[in-house]
Antibody, heavy 121, light 108 residues
Framework: QVQLQESGPGLVKPSQTLSLTCTVSGGSISSGGYYWSWIRQHPGKGLEWIGYIYYSGSTYYNPSLKSRVTISVDTSKNQFSLKLSSVTAADTAVYYC?????????????WGQGTMVTVSS | SYVLTQPPSVSVAPGQTARITCGGNNIGSKSVHWYQQKPGQAPVLVVYDDSDRPSGIPERFSGSNSGNTATLTISRVEAGDEADYYCQVWDSSSDLRVFGGGTKLTVL
């Protein structure tokens, strides 16, 4: 079955760019039919949707983060990535990648295990 | 933007029924999804499209949605059901995915 796995640095310095990758196994991003999202959870808090990408490269970002977020896809590697620029301590969170059925948007049916990112000097 | 409101906590004795609500303006017109999250783990989808269950989710988990309130019902609650539960919708007017604040279910 499809599995997602996040990877990337666990510590990022303030003002730098947070970069994470989600590797998809057991299925192909290129097959379509799904949005591939990033979601984060601040320590002890709720879930916040960051944005999604479709295999074609089309994206949509949460307006609250839009100015700092870039999500990209590499279909040859079956991966999609998150970049969040100009990070501060407020970006410290567990970051999840997740799959969502498209047309119309549906539930997040598969999640990665999550990766903790701490913003600190 | 669209807002989903959940009670911070719900407590129930083992074997009883837990009901977790999710309030939103005319939420009955949207599809509501529910996730279970245990400490240190990723969320798991337990109910989608108001009342459907993914394979592997016990029949004890059910959902309903009408008017301004969606409800996740857990029958015959077990100690293993203790977790945080989140509701989520797609807001078609903004194309945003919106989560409720979460409800901590405590099994007494």
């Amino acid at each position: 079955q499809v599995q997602l796995q996040e990877s990337g640095p666990g510590l990022v310095k303030p003002s730098q760019t947070l970069s994470l990758t989600c590797t998809v196994s057991g299925g192909s991003i290129s097959s379509g039919g799904y949005y591939w999202s990033w979601i984060r959870q601040h320590p002890g808090k709720g879930l916040e949707w960051i944005g999604y990408i479709y295999y074609s490269g089309s994206t949509y970002y949460n307006p609250s983060l839009k100015s700092r977020v870039t999500i990209s896809v590499d279909t040859s590697k079956n991966q999609f990535s998150l970049k969040l620029s100009s990070v501060t301590a407020a970006d410290t969170a567990v970051y999840y990648c997740a799959r969502e059925r498209s047309s119309p948007p549906d539930a997040f049916d598969i999640w990665g295990q999550g990766t903790m990112v701490t913003v600190s000097s | 933007s669209y807002v989903l409101t959940q009670p911070p906590s719900v407590s129930v004795a083992p074997g009883q029924t837990a009901r977790i609500t999710c309030g939103g303006n005319n939420i009955g017109s949207k599809s509501v999804h529910w996730y279970q999250q245990k400490p240190g783990q990723a969320p798991v989808l337990v109910v989608y499209d108001d009342s459907d269950r993914p394979s592997g989710i016990p029949e004890r988990f059910s959902g309903s949605n009408s008017g301004n309130t969606a409800t996740l019902t857990i029958s015959r609650v077990e100690a293993g059901d203790e977790a945080d539960y989140y509701c989520q919708v797609w807001d078609s007017s903004s194309d945003l995915r919106v989560f409720g604040g979460g409800t901590k279910l405590t099994v007494l």
